[in-house]
């Protein structure tokens, strides 16, 4: 059963710092998503990594994949307050069928 | 363009009641997926239709659960003899396939069972 363990899941930061969340994941897959889901709204795809060594950037933002060590992380740099929201990660249950499995997702709540 | 659609956008109904759920995908996607989100159990994966072919169902958590896609396109989700543990968030997604089987997903239908 594949599982999808995101850490922290709560994370509250200062404007101006860096924060990295991970993304663990217990079976082999090649592909992985970052969304952003802010309250009361669905979830926004940020990034799609979909091989070994992967890495997207937008705006603050970096993702990166690591399919060996079964690991995705999303960098924050440079937070702002813009960037406060849920951010789940989700894996491919496996690749034929694009099943996604979800992280519990990380609630960050950045602070002026 | 237009992203995935679902009506109602909130449905309050009383336990036993059945409800329909419905979901427009973007056009020309493909697939279409259904899950749910909810406090106790985060995402999960419902339910899967790709193409012609027969639905992934392995999903739904009960037999009360079924769903359909007619004409490729609309899919609607059924939900019989509600039950409170139903409350939830129904996320439907739909994705164009290759390269990326990035999803995209509509803004949810929140069910209440009272």
């Known amino acids: 059963e594949l599982k999808v363990e995101q850490n922290p899941l709560f994370l509250s930061m200062q404007e101006g710092k860096n924060y990295t969340i991970y993304c663990n994941y217990s079976t082999t897959s090649d592909r992985l998503y970052w969304y952003r889901q802010d309250p009361g709204k669905s979830l926004e795809s940020l990034f799609v990594l979909l091989s070994n060594g992967a890495v997207k950037q937008e705006g603050r933002l970096m993702a990166s994949l690591d399919t060996k060590a079964r690991l995705s992380t999303l960098h924050i740099t440079a937070a702002v307050h813009d960037l406060s929201a849920t951010y789940f990660c989700?894996?491919?249950?496996?690749?034929?069928?694009?099943?996604?499995?979800f992280g519990q997702g990380t609630r960050l709540t950045i602070n002026p | 363009g237009a992203g995935v659609s679902q009506s109602p956008s909130n449905k309050v109904t009383e336990k036993g009641k059945d409800v329909e759920l419905r979901c427009d995908p973007i056009s020309g996607h493909t697939a279409l997926y259904w899950y749910r989100q909810s406090l106790g159990q985060g995402l999960e994966f419902l339910i899967y239709f790709q193409g012609n072919s027969a639905p992934d169902k392995s999903g739904l958590p009960s037999d009360r659960f079924s769903a359909e896609r007619t004409g490729g396109s609309v899919s609607t989700l059924t939900i019989q003899r509600t039950q409170q543990e139903d409350s939830a968030v129904y996320l439907c997604?739909?994705?164009?396939?290759?390269?990326?089987?990035?999803?995209?997903f509509g803004p949810g239908t929140r069910l209440t069972v009272t």
């Open positions: 989700a894996v491919d249950m496996w690749g034929g069928a694009q099943k996604l499995v």
């Open positions: 997604a739909s994705t164009r396939g290759q390269p990326s089987y990035e999803q995209y």
